[in-house]
């Protein structure tokens, strides 16, 4: 089977492939909306009609992104709500206030090279924020997801996930050494298994579910590791760097292709060793086996 392409380059914007989408009456959810790429895609959507609910740690600076988006598109239909994803009950709190059909839910928060850090239940944070948080996170919002027909998950991960498989026998690094950046490549590789997963589960609710991966863009993402380590020549901008989210949210040849990495604006290749420029999908991070022992062992954590 040929791999999904669109007609879009590398310097496509969020904008850009967006043009001519109509959202209006649709229902969206984008987790980390306050700044970055996922304040860049809120506001996007939101100018194509959505409703656009910013799921946010810090209410303070969710609020101030609100504004800002409010001053360029004062019909901009934003809602605000507290999300912090390392919080089991500030996401069943999250769950529990939403009420009527979603219909697409853009996972797009995350934290990046960390020092060690835990959750109040022993888990690596870099893991529970950026897989554990949103599979739960999405597992309470099924049943909205599955009212609106034909609604969409967009899991956004990294090309770093080339840097480490899912360590499934030590996720949480207690055996081994922690490593900030293999931390965060597992919780990447674990973006993309959980589309795998949950287009195979949720395909027959008119679910589909794809990860993306933004190009290299300065965010607050990097502030770990000092945020000036990217090559400057393969560095883009902040709109450029949400068009691949905003077109798996949005294309109407994604309503029903799911379970694949979206990598420029296109179906990203298989490789089986990594890539200088990280370029293309990890074979182990599209196994079917692999998607399904990441679901069933994370359904574990979680009821533990």
């Known amino acids: 089977m040929s791999r999904f392409t669109t007609r879009f380059g590398p310097q496509a914007t969020a904008m850009d492939v967006a043009e001519g989408c109509d959202l209006s009456g649709k229902r969206i959810i984008v987790t980390g909306a306050s700044s970055g790429l996922g304040l860049e895609t809120a506001r996007v959507l939101a100018a194509k ?61 995350g934290i990046m090279s960390v020092p060690e850090t835990r959750t109040p239940d022993g888990w690596e944070l870099q893991f529970a924020v950026n897989h554990l948080g949103h599979f739960a996170l999405t597992l309470g919002l099924h049943g909205a997801l599955a009212k609106a027909g034909g609604a969409r998950i967009v899991s956004v991960t990294s090309g770093a996930h080339q840097w480490s498989p899912v360590v499934f026998d030590d ?13 965060y490549a597992q919780s990447k590789t674990a973006n993309v298994l959980f589309a795998v997963e949950a287009q195979a589960r949720w395909a027959r609710d008119g679910i589909v579910a794809n990860a993306v991966r ?20 393969i560095v883009k901008s902040i709109p450029v760097g949400a068009a691949n989210t905003v077109l798996a949210a949005t294309a109407p040849e994604l309503g029903r292709l ?12 298989v490789v089986y060793r990594a890539d200088p420029d990280r370029n293309g999908v990890a074979f182990y991070a599209i196994d079917p086996a692999n998607a399904e022992r990441l679901w069933e062992q994370s359904k574990r954590m979680l009821a533990g």
């Open 258 to 269: 799911g379970g694949i990495y979206l990598d420029g604006c296109r179906q990203g290749e």
């Open 49 to 109: 009609g959505a409703e656009v609910t910013l799921a946010v740690r810090d209410l303070t600076a969710g609020a101030k992104a609100a504004e800002g988006v409010k001053a360029q598109n004062a019909a901009a239909d934003l809602r605000l709500a507290k999300l912090d994803l390392a919080d089991r009950r500030s996401i069943a709190a999250f769950v529990e206030a939403w009420t009527g059909p979603l219909h697409a839910l853009v996972a797009n928060a």
């Open 171 to 183: 996720i949480h690094c207690l055996f081994r050494p922690y490593e900030p950046p293999l931390g």
């Open 214 to 233: 933004p190009p290299a863009v300065a965010t607050g993402l990097q502030r770990h590791i000092g945020g000036g380590r990217m090559a400057p020549h």
